[in-house]
């Protein structure tokens, strides 16, 4: 999971295995959180959003949970394929006039073994 | 649609120069931000504008400037180069309506300030 410092958090899985990467987030009044994926030379790509009012959110292949109580958020990645290889940010948006000033978390490095 | 599109892909100023970094997008989207990435790091939001003639800043501004003149256009400038600007930047947009803040990013701008 994610972690201040310098170095990014990494996860190797092989392929098929389904892939958690974890996330703690800083603001308590945060409303909304955005998962992001980045592959090299990239710009973030848009996985799946999730609200404060929810607990968990499905998309294809890829579940996000919320635990509001421990500031902690989840990605979970299904039958992970090697074109997911790629860092993975959390972002968080405290809301009302400041939407979409998203907060972006360290990031975390997922490789995929064939 | 282009999406969001950003001019140069590489840059290597000198210490102290001025340049401008061009952002733009075809989405009519009414929120555009501008973020840094350095390495093994997220992304920092530098500025926003969350519509035409209104602008913010977010939370590493110094040393940057932007306008909003138009919807599909948010140009960041760069004031006097220093090699702590050294990093990619990203330019973002998104509709920020109906309560959905999903942000489509630019490919990005790789800087290099000697």
């Known amino acids: 999971g994610e972690s201040v410092g310098l170095h990014l958090p990494t996860l190797s899985v092989q392929e098929g295995d389904n892939s958690i990467i974890n996330c703690a987030y800083s603001?308590?009044?945060?409303?909304?959180f955005i998962w992001y994926k980045q592959e090299s030379g990239k710009g973030p790509q848009f996985i799946i959003d999730?609200?404060?009012?929810?607990d968990k959110r499905q998309g294809q292949r890829v579940t996000v949970l919320l635990n509001k109580t421990v500031k902690h958020l989840s990605l979970q990645i299904a039958a992970t394929q090697p074109g997911d290889s790629a860092v993975y940010f959390c972002?968080?948006?405290?809301?009302?006039?400041?939407?979409?000033?998203?907060?972006f978390g360290q990031g975390t490095i997922l490789t995929v073994h064939p | 649609n282009a999406g969001v599109t950003q001019t140069p892909k590489f840059q290597v100023l000198k210490t102290g120069q001025s340049m401008t970094l061009q952002c733009a997008q075809d989405?009519?989207?009414?929120?555009m931000s501008w973020y840094r990435q350095d390495p093994g790091m997220g992304l920092r939001l530098i500025h926003y504008?969350?519509?035409?003639?209104?602008?913010d800043q977010g939370e590493v501004p110094n040393g940057y400037n932007v306008s909003r003149s138009t919807t599909e256009d948010f140009p960041l400038r760069l004031l006097s180069a220093a090699p702590s600007q050294t990093s990619v930047y990203f330019c973002?947009?998104?509709?920020?309506?109906?309560?959905?803040?999903?942000?489509?990013f630019g490919p990005g701008t790789r800087l290099t300030v000697t």
């Open positions: 973002a947009s998104s509709y920020g309506q109906g309560g959905t803040y999903e942000q489509y």
């Open positions: 603001n308590s009044a945060s409303d909304y």
């Open positions: 999730i609200r404060s009012n929810m």
């Open positions: 972002a968080e948006n405290i809301g009302g006039t400041s939407y979409g000033k998203l907060t």
């Open positions: 989405m009519n989207h009414e929120y």
């Open positions: 504008s969350v519509g035409a003639g209104i602008t």
